[in-house]
């Protein structure tokens, strides 16, 4: 008997596994199929990325559904369109001898009219964005009134991306007496608070521990400072020549930048993230899976549609602002029974969320050294010589053997091979040979967090689009300042305010002289501690103001530099 027969599972779906290659179950499936099959109670399940989560929800759904109705019975909700694709091809592969079986998916970034459509044709399963569902509920493009399984995979995933309202709104639609399934890699506070509201004394499955990170997956950090994140980047690649891997940054920004310096320093590299359109996304994806892109640098939400099971290593550029989301960048790697490397590059004022890391995952982290220029240089010659060894002769050279031993008749064995190797040697060699020590990061412009640090002013704040993430990463691009080098960013309505060491204070200040943004100046000025401001203030109480000077003065600010008195 087939291992996954035992579970339960009917012929048709037994067949269909068999196509796909399964032979063994692995643990939530074994633990979560047997359990949906036989029982209508809701379900908590948490597992790490990479371990079969589809599956475990998806054959019991198929197995449960009348095909031969057109009414949709059972909806899944996934946090992006690139995991709402892979599930709905997943269904169709598990589903393939179930005839008249119509699963849809709806998503932002396609036409609605055409997802309606094949709604319309009697979608028996409907798989979803939070965004896009919600539009057609509002449209009545959707019907899902009568369902009576509902699944919300990467639930965690959903919540932090900000979808608690809309997934509130669109279980409102659904019948009570239906069957809730949540899945979801880690239990934070707001996962289990809506496994309270929307699930009815639901059982749980947990795959190893709440929030752990995977066995296959070993963890390590490498210190350095703050402005040779990149470097640090640059040196790790070379270090593993056959590296293929994921590399994640906190913001599209960054995503975008440091893809374009690793195509432009001669690596094959990529960018995935949220400005891109599907057709930019589905061939940087096509590419990466083909491995023609070895390093593909991505956000934490575009990432959530990547499904490759031969990642050798993940890279945290930046850590993630919610520690919780660490396990899913690490689990993209070490899947499908292989091991895998989380390498994260941090300065040392990051250095406690380690430790905090650390208590969530259960795991350790190693401290790692930089290798240094002698060792990249083995490293890579060695890789060449492997390459060059292990290569398939192409007899179709034979034609030009005649001239090739013509041109190299009085040149040796060794000669030829020091040729041979010195055109990729020599290029490690020259790189190296003065490169900087990043083990050294005392010596680097790495905050000890003892430096004074000075608060400005700057007249730009939430009208003008910005909120704390994106004016910090305006004001370090502009300034030229590593991530850590700006912190404490305050957004008000009209200003903000923000703090750099006090070695930066005079860049700062010369840089905002006359500087000017979509044609208004922009002031930055060093802000008042408390007591002065609070004696400014007491010394002009007896000075009344006529409201049309002010709203003058008001007017005037869009065109000409503001004066202190602005912010009284």
């Known amino acids: 008997m087939n291992a996954f027969e035992a579970l339960g599972l009917d012929i048709p779906f037994i067949n269909a596994i068999n196509d796909l290659g399964f032979t063994q179950p692995s643990e939530v499936q074994e633990k979560a199929i047997p359990l949906l099959l036989n029982s209508s109670e809701d379900l908590v399940a948490l597992a790490q990325t990479g371990t079969g989560k589809t599956a475990a929800f998806g054959f019991p759904m198929l197995q449960n559904i009348d095909v031969n109705s057109r009414t949709t019975q059972g909806l899944i909700l996934s946090p992006t369109r690139e995991l709402c694709l892979q599930i709905t091809n997943e269904l169709g592969l598990y589903g393939k001898y179930l005839k008249g079986l119509n699963v849809t998916a709806i998503y932002g970034g396609a036409s609605i009219t055409d997802q309606a459509s094949k709604v319309k044709k009697g979608a028996q399963i409907i798989v979803a964005t939070p965004g896009r569902m919600k539009d057609m509920i509002n449209r009545k493009m959707v019907d899902i009134s009568k369902?009576?399984?509902?699944?919300?995979?990467?639930?965690?995933?959903?919540?932090?991306?900000?979808?608690?309202?809309?997934?509130?709104?669109?279980?409102s639609y659904t019948p009570q007496d239906k069957s809730t399934w949540l899945f979801s890699a880690t239990m934070p506070k707001e996962v289990a608070t809506i496994a309270k509201k929307f699930m009815y004394q639901p059982n749980e499955i947990t795959v190893g521990h709440k929030n752990v990170g995977s066995e296959q997956v070993s963890h390590e950090y490498y210190l350095v400072g703050s402005r040779d994140r990149y470097l640090a980047l640059k040196r790790l690649a070379d270090a593993n020549p056959d590296i293929f891997s994921v590399i994640f940054c906190r913001t599209k920004r960054d995503t975008q930048k440091i893809a374009e310096k690793l195509i432009e320093d001669g690596y094959n590299a990529g960018a995935l993230h949220g400005d891109l359109?599907?057709?930019?996304?589905?061939?940087?994806?096509?590419?990466?899976?083909?491995?023609?892109?070895?390093?593909?640098?991505?956000?934490?939400?575009?990432?959530?549609?990547?499904?490759?099971?031969?990642?050798?290593?993940?890279i945290n550029y930046q850590l993630p602002d919610e520690i919780e989301t660490y396990t899913h960048r690490s689990g993209r790697t070490g899947r499908a029974g292989k091991t895998g490397i989380s390498m994260v590059i941090i300065t040392k004022s990051e250095q406690r969320k380690i430790k905090a890391i650390?208590?969530?995952?259960?795991?350790?982290?190693?401290?790692?050294?930089?290798?240094?220029?002698?060792?990249?240089?083995?490293?890579?010659?060695?890789?060449?010589?492997?390459?060059?060894?292990?290569?398939?002769?192409?007899?179709?050279?034979?034609?030009?053997?005649?001239?090739?031993?013509?041109?190299?008749?009085?040149?040796?064995?060794?000669?030829?091979?020091?040729?041979?190797?010195?055109?990729?040697?020599?290029?490690?060699?020259?790189?190296?040979?003065?490169?900087?020590?990043?083990?050294?990061?005392?010596?680097?412009?790495?905050?000890?967090?003892?430096?004074?640090?000075?608060?400005?002013?700057?007249?730009?704040?939430?009208?003008?689009g910005y909120d704390w993430m994106s004016l910090k990463?305006?004001?370090?691009?502009?300034?030229?300042?590593?991530?850590?080098?700006?912190?404490?960013?305050?957004?008000?309505?009209?200003?903000?305010?923000?703090?750099?060491d006090e070695k930066f204070a005079t860049k700062v200040l010369e840089f905002f002289q006359d500087f000017k943004y979509n044609g208004r100046f922009v002031n930055v000025e060093i802000s008042e501690n408390p007591e002065s401001r609070k004696k400014r203030r007491k010394s002009s109480r007896g000075t009344k103001v006529n409201p049309r000077d002010r709203k003058s003065n008001r007017s005037k600010s869009l065109s000409q530099r503001p004066r202190r008195s602005r912010r009284r």
């Not at 070895?294 to 099971?309: C, E, H, K, P, S």
């Not at 083995?378 to 001239?403: C, F, G, P, W």
């Not at 000890?448 to 009208?463: A, M, Q, W, Y």
């Not at 370090?476 to 903000?496: C, H, M, N, P, Q």
């Open 473 to 500: 990463d305006f004001l370090k691009a502009i300034l030229e300042l590593g991530k850590d080098d700006v912190f404490k960013v305050d957004v008000k309505d009209s200003f903000s305010f923000f703090n750099t």
């Open 277 to 314: 359109s599907q057709n930019q996304r589905d061939m940087v994806m096509k590419s990466f899976r083909n491995k023609q892109i070895q390093m593909l640098v991505a956000t934490d939400v575009a990432a959530r549609g990547i499904d490759v099971d031969d990642i050798t290593h993940v």
């Open 358 to 464: 650390e208590r969530i995952i259960q795991k350790s982290f190693t401290k790692k050294r930089f290798p240094d220029g002698d060792e990249i240089c083995r490293v890579q010659l060695m890789s060449l010589a492997n390459k060059i060894h292990d290569t398939e002769i192409n007899h179709d050279i034979d034609n030009y053997l005649n001239d090739l031993n013509a041109l190299y008749e009085d040149t040796s064995k060794e000669e030829l091979i020091k040729k041979i190797f010195s055109v990729e040697f020599t290029r490690f060699s020259n790189y190296y040979k003065n490169a900087k020590d990043l083990n050294n990061v005392s010596s680097g412009p790495e905050s000890t967090g003892n430096e004074k640090s000075v608060r400005f002013f700057i007249n730009v704040g939430k009208k003008d």
């Open 147 to 171: 369902i009576e399984y509902a699944v919300l995979d990467e639930a965690d995933e959903m919540l932090n991306m900000g979808f608690y309202e809309d997934i509130n709104d669109i279980l």
